[in-house]
């Protein structure tokens, strides 16, 4: 089969695709992202934990910084949570928009340490991750190490070490590329979304 040159277009990692067509080094896939069809190097298009069918979607609204969770239930879709979230702003060098499109629940960590910027000094934990692009979860309440603290004397999987309330989830902007939960709400997801039967779409 000739390829026909079109277009260059980025595609998220984690993003959702249909497999349309194959040759020995490429893909073509379609996305609900965006309008088209592609031609993607086949080393770009991995297979591990797709979604066959989806059973679970979130939906992420970056302008009202809110979030909708909906399970499939006898062959309809049932709004089964509704909160506040706070998702990425593009500011300097550290902080990354949560990118928009269709995207598949990749894995789940208990949590996962992150570093002061500039720096690989870790500053502290987000728990209950559920990873869904690159380095975009969704988590809950970051907890930053107090002075006494170090990653070897602090269980972040101990619900003693979590902070709940963030008064600035649902407002405005202000992550460095994740979608920030209550954590109460986080722990929800992350105890009830299976990989391997869910996405994430976020809108704007």
């Not at 619900?159 to 202000?174: A, M, S």
Request: glycine content about 6%; charged content about 20%; proline content about 6%.
């Amino acid at each position: 089969m000739d390829l026909e040159l079109s277009d260059f277009r980025y595609f998220s990692d984690g993003m959702l695709v249909a497999l349309l067509d194959e040759t020995e080094a490429f893909y073509l896939v379609s996305t609900p992202s965006f309008p088209g069809e592609y031609w993607v190097p086949r080393r770009y298009i991995s297979f591990t934990n797709a979604p066959p069918a989806l059973k679970q979607v979130v939906v992420i609204d970056d302008v009202y910084q809110n979030e909708a969770v909906f399970q499939l239930v006898d062959l309809e879709w049932q709004l089964i949570s509704y909160t506040f979230a706070t998702t990425g702003i593009q500011k300097g060098s550290y902080h990354f928009g949560t990118p928009k499109g269709h995207f598949m629940a990749i894995e789940k960590r208990p949590f996962f340490w992150y570093v002061e910027d500039g720096t690989y000094n870790i500053s502290g934990f987000a728990p209950y991750s559920i990873r869904f692009s690159g380095g975009g979860f969704i988590h809950g309440v970051p907890v930053e190490l107090r002075q006494e603290q170090t990653p070897y004397n602090t269980s972040p999987t101990d619900p003693n070490n979590h902070r709940e309330y963030l008064f600035t989830i649902g407002t405005t902007p202000r992550t460095h590329k994740c979608v920030r939960n209550f954590t109460s709400h986080a722990k929800f997801l992350y105890d009830w979304l299976q990989i391997g039967e869910a996405a994430f779409i976020i809108i704007e």
